[in-house]
């Protein structure tokens, strides 16, 4: 049996009840029914952003071998608890990355070009009256990114073709990277104008951005974040955007999803997304196929495709 503990496309959700026996976890309101009936059968569980296995799931499922999620982030998995108890992890590295890259780069253009705020110009018949203002451009700017791992380095990537300056935060420097390398976080965003959150989140990156980071950041800098809302001090960013201390902000993750501070809803220079990074057909596809993939090596005692652990 397969236990289903997030949200996932319909195709993944079909796929895995032809092929296991399927348990969805909503349909347990009371968790404890869903041990003492099926805890024997249940030997995988199927997580997402938005739902994964802490201690407590991993512990009232004794036969559990193996965790397969629908994402590239595992901030939702014990880790060590999985690693402790022999079970294997999974998730769907790199067929996400261009993806979640290519929309960061929509970010960074829809926050200081306001591409958004046009469309609602244009919309509500505003330009009869007159033209939109300036905005800032993008090109030539210097992009700062937190975490060059997969998806940050193809930001990085992507930030060199508009000719921007690329240095970077991570715990060690790279030794084979040609960016500008920063041992600290405050230095980096005092020396860049838009900073990109794209790495995972873990004890030590949670609200990495902190009022010292946006205020380093500064009323022309830009916060651009694609990882994890709780990479960032929600109540601080908000402050800093009411009060102008930040310059704008393009984001696709919140703290609590789907929460999203109200008080953002008026501000021009704020982009949001409903955490659709990886959203599309093609990628959302390649990730289920990972995610079964991943299961069905296990159960044939093969090889995973994209093991963790
Ligand atoms: C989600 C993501 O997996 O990969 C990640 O870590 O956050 C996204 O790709 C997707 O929203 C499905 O839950």
């Known amino acids: 049996g397969v236990l289903l503990v997030a949200q996932v496309m319909p195709y993944l959700e079909q796929q895995l009840n032809t092929r296991y026996q399927l348990f969805r976890i ?5 968790t404890t029914h869903l041990f003492a009936n099926h805890a024997a059968t249940i030997r995988a569980v199927v997580g997402g952003a938005n739902g994964g296995a ?18 590239v982030g595992m901030d939702k998995i014990d880790l060590e608890k999985c690693k402790e108890k022999g079970i294997r992890v999974c998730n ?4 996400l990355t261009d993806e979640v890259a290519d929309l960061s780069i929509g970010l960074i253009l ?65 030794q084979d990277s ?50 994890r809302g709780k990479h960032v001090d929600e109540l601080e960013l908000v402050s800093a ?13 919140f703290e ?8 953002l809803f008026g501000l021009e220079n704020v982009v949001l997304l409903p955490h659709v990074g990886s959203g599309t057909v093609e990628t959302r596809t390649a990730m289920a196929d990972l995610v079964l993939g991943n299961l069905e090596a296990h159960f044939l005692g093969k090889p995973l495709l994209t093991p963790w652990i």
Not at 26 to 30: A, F, I
Not at 59 to 70: G, H, N, Q, R
Not at 143 to 163: H, M
């Open 26 to 30: 909503w349909d347990y309101p009371q």
């Open 54 to 71: 802490d201690a407590e799931l991993i512990d009232a499922l004794p036969k559990l071998e193996i965790v397969s999620t629908f994402s």
């Open 92 to 95: 769907t590295p790199d067929v």
């Open 110 to 174: 829809a926050v200081l070009r306001r591409i958004c705020d046009c469309d609602r110009f244009v919309r509500s018949g505003n330009w009869k009256l007159g033209d939109y203002k300036l905005t800032t451009k993008f090109s030539g700017k210097t992009v700062g990114i937190i975490g060059l791992g997969r998806i940050g380095s193809a930001v990085a990537k992507r930030a060199e073709g508009f000719n921007c300056s690329i240095s970077y935060y991570s715990r060690t420097e790279k």
């Open 178 to 227: 040609k960016y500008k390398y920063y041992p600290s976080v405050v230095e980096l965003a005092s020396n860049c104008h838009i900073l990109v959150v794209a790495c995972p989140l873990t004890d030590e990156t949670h609200h990495i951005i902190n009022r010292e980071v946006i205020n380093a950041l500064g009323p022309k800098g830009v916060l651009i974040n694609i990882g």
């Open 241 to 253: 955007l009411l009060e102008g201390r930040l310059g704008g902000a393009g984001l696709d993750v």
């Open 256 to 263: 609590n999803e789907p929460h999203v501070p109200e008080e």
